[in-house]
């Protein structure tokens, strides 16, 4: 299983399933989501234990969400993965951040992946910022144009 497909089992679990609003690749993150309740998530999926210690280590998030969480980050943080790297998932949450919690993406016959909340995230904080919808919006955008943009591409060409 690759990034791409747990990327769209996390878009159609938390839009179809959860009625949420979300976005990819936006503000260094790979999945981010605005709850109903206003609570806006930030999903990492990583697919190997070398990019889920190393790769993510890089990201100076992770300490802003440890030691002083503002108002300009999310207000949970989620560690996406496929079942084979959930145990390397706990471990890196736990050395992390312990507020941080998991998902797990498993392998089914057909689209969409099974998506399930193995550890539920803790509140980084609970300030709701909100100029972060207006940019998850504008990512939204962004995407649909590009995918609108594709298509007509496509069409020409056949």
Known sequence: MNSFEIKHALLSYFRYKRQCICATECLDNDVMVIAKNGIILDIEIKVNKYDLWKGEARKSKHKWYKINPSKYTANKFY???????LDEARKWVETTNEK???????????????????????????????????????????????????????????
């Open 79 to 85: 560690m996406c993965v496929p079942t084979e790297l």
């Open 100 to 158: 941080y919690g998991i998902i797990e993406c498993s392998k089914t016959r057909l689209y969409p992946r099974n998506i399930t909340i193995i550890k539920k995230a803790s509140m980084l904080h609970k300030f709701k910022n909100e100029k972060l919808p207006y940019k998850v919006m504008m990512r939204v955008c962004s995407e649909n144009i590009g995918l609108i943009t594709d298509r007509l591409v496509n069409k020409k060409g056949s």
